[in-house]
């Protein structure tokens, strides 16, 4: 099976920081992307940072001046410093993988369960 842990999530007020961390183990043969989403109340689900199948990363744009250095220097994870977060940033955050598993050739997506991250003041 697939695991995805994900922490650092919690409560900031406006301009401060927070750390997410997504790690990905279990029967896992390659990740293609691996990338951090996130959702809040009424709202579709969007991408926040992702690492593509060629090693760029895409950013909301929404977010793009302030959550840099986002870093997947393994293959399993991915971790994205948060840096001047607004209100507008609450939601639940998701990692997610496009990986293959051991002794399966197709590509499947993978869903952590979500952190929480809160923005108030």
């Known amino acids: 099976q697939v695991q995805l842990v994900e922490s650092g999530g919690g409560l900031v007020q406006p301009g401060g920081s927070l750390r997410l961390s997504c790690a990905a183990s279990?029967?896992?043969?390659?990740?293609?992307?691996i990338g951090w989403y996130r959702q809040a109340p009424g709202n579709q689900r969007e991408l926040v940072a992702g690492?593509?199948?060629?090693?760029?990363?895409d950013y909301a744009y929404s977010v793009k001046a302030r959550f840099t250095n986002s870093r997947n220097n393994a293959k399993n994870m991915m971790v994205l410093p948060m840096n001047s977060l607004k209100t507008e940033d609450k939601a639940v955050y998701y990692c997610?993988?496009?990986?293959?598993?051991?002794?399966?050739?197709?590509?499947?997506?993978?869903w952590g369960q979500g952190t929480q991250v809160t923005v108030s003041s």
């Open positions: 279990g029967s896992i043969f390659s990740i293609s992307t």
């Open positions: 690492f593509t199948r060629d090693g760029r990363i």
């Open positions: 997610k993988i496009i990986a293959t598993i051991d002794r399966s050739p197709r590509e499947y997506q993978y």
